[in-house]
């Protein structure tokens, strides 16, 4: 099953620099359109979004929109959200339909995408092809409860674009999770820079102080054909959050229940009440002098056993893949994920139109719940960057980005960004496959020494 990937693999071997034209250039901005989001798959919303026939979920990328509908128990359809009669979009926001009948001259289509009404149309003297007037599909696919869509006619199936994705966070059930919470805000910056600032941990030592106080390590990030893998270097166990580092000065049954607890406090996520229960629990159940796999080990038997008592049932998960999964992955192109056993953070960004200093961030915590005792949660406009609206860790982040695309501006940049090849590879992977969408429309990229 693990398949050797058609691009690019492991850590990028040369250095190499970045234009800034990617996130900076109007006119990038708008070639992206044909180029990039009218090609690729990207994640439209969850199947929990739509759980009963007829709920739908519109879901927007630039000027676009797609309807997407639970059609049935099983099937998920999409449509283009604009009426056949004279273009007014059908629907806004999310609900439940039995047909979509057009506010503006009451064109109506059953949920198959039928034209089953149009207003005095023997006006049309037979003209009209009542198959042709039908709303148009757009491509669905599901993975791990996400639905993905592409407005692509002719492109290929999701599971070959997903590549590696499905091996590596498959086994974690995502589909089984729910939203623990889901907000989002605009965000001066390029989308791509709000993307990178997640697939990356080369800035964690710098914006976020407190993971190297409990001996965060450092990171390595490898590209993963279209996609690209976050990791810790030198962690036991794995996975993020409950990988187990060492501090010299801390015992090191305690650094679970340090990190996850900080993780609850500052993230919000990237654990759960049980891990820090469990983790709470390890010094006791532990003897003095034991190393960090068997604390890792010592915390996943403790939190599955917790869980289990709960109704939360934990899928099986080969210790040798979760120590090789990594922390975080870059789903191409703008998805992130950081899953685990019982629990996922994810991010999707967007761009706010043609406007390449804008973008629309979203950011959600997925768990698994004993059935029954999911939250009800909507999407939350949080705007504010500061205060209580956001965890700490990504406030810490938010500082970063409007700064950045402001800096990328300088035209003393014109020569190149210079990405970390190791623990930034991920970055330039990112940069290497987008500009293979973008053709005749991407920038050189430069070598150190020739630019
Ligand atoms: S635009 Fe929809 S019925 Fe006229
Ligand atoms: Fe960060």
Not at 57 to 71: A, F, G, K, N, W
Not at 149 to 174: A, H, I, K, M, S
Not at 181 to 201: H, P, S, T, Y
Request: with cysteine; charged share 25%.
């Amino acid at each position: 099953m693990n398949k050797p990937n058609p691009h690019l693999s492991g850590a990028v071997e040369a250095p190499m620099k970045l234009s800034t034209a990617p996130y900076i250039s109007p006119e990038y901005a708008r070639a992206e359109k044909n180029q990039l989001w009218l090609k690729t798959w990207q994640v439209a919303c969850r199947e929990e979004e739509i759980p009963q026939v007829g709920d739908f979920y519109t879901y927007e990328i630039l000027d676009q929109s797609v309807i997407v509908l639970r059609l049935s128990e099983d099937e998920i359809v999409a449509y283009h959200n604009a009426c056949r009669h004279r273009g007014r979009r059908l629907l806004q926001g999310c609900g439940r339909a039995t047909h979509f009948q057009c506010p503006y001259h009451g064109w109506t289509y059953d949920l198959d995408g039928a034209n089953t009404f149009i207003l005095d149309k023997e006006n049309w003297s037979g003209a009209l092809d009542d198959a042709a007037l039908r709303l148009k599909t757009v491509k669905t696919g599901r993975w791990g409860g996400f639905v993905f869509v592409n407005l692509d006619d002719d492109c290929g199936p999701l599971e070959d674009f997903l590549q590696e994705v499905p091996y590596w966070l498959g086994v974690f059930e995502t589909g089984k999770m729910r939203y623990k919470w889901r907000q989002w805000l605009r965000m001066d910056c390029n989308w791509k820079v709000a993307v990178e600032a997640f697939i990356e941990g080369y800035h964690a030592e710098t914006t976020h102080p407190q993971i190297a106080e409990l001996g965060g390590g450092k990171t390595g990030s490898s590209a993963e054909g279209l996609h690209a893998r976050l990791f810790q270097v030198g962690s036991a166990g794995g996975g993020i959050g409950t990988g187990v580092n060492e501090k010299d000065d801390i015992d090191v049954r305690n650094i679970p229940y340090l990190g996850l607890k900080q993780a609850q406090e500052t993230i919000w996520s990237n654990t759960s009440e049980t891990f820090v229960e469990a983790a709470r629990r390890l010094p006791d159940l532990l003897p003095e002098g034991v190393d960090k796999m068997q604390v890792s080990m010592k915390l996943m038997e403790v939190a599955c056993q917790l869980d289990a008592e709960r109704g939360v049932k934990w899928p099986q998960v080969d210790p040798m893949h979760m120590a090789q999964v990594g922390i975080n992955w870059h789903v191409f192109p703008n998805t992130v994920l950081l899953p685990n056993v019982t629990f996922c953070l994810g991010f999707r960004m967007r761009p706010d139109g043609f406007n390449p200093d804008s973008s629309i961030m979203e950011v959600f915590a997925l768990e698994r719940y004993p059935e029954g005792e999911e939250p009800e949660t909507q999407w939350e406009h949080k705007p504010e960057q500061t205060g209580d609206s956001w965890p700490l860790l990504i406030k810490q982040d938010f500082r970063n980005l409007a700064e950045q695309q402001a800096g990328m501006h300088s035209v003393s940049l014109s020569d190149g960004l210079h990405p970390n090849p190791v623990q930034e590879a991920s970055v330039i992977n990112f940069q290497r496959n987008l500009a293979d969408y973008m053709g005749e429309h991407a920038p050189e990229l430069l070598e150190p020494g020739k630019g």
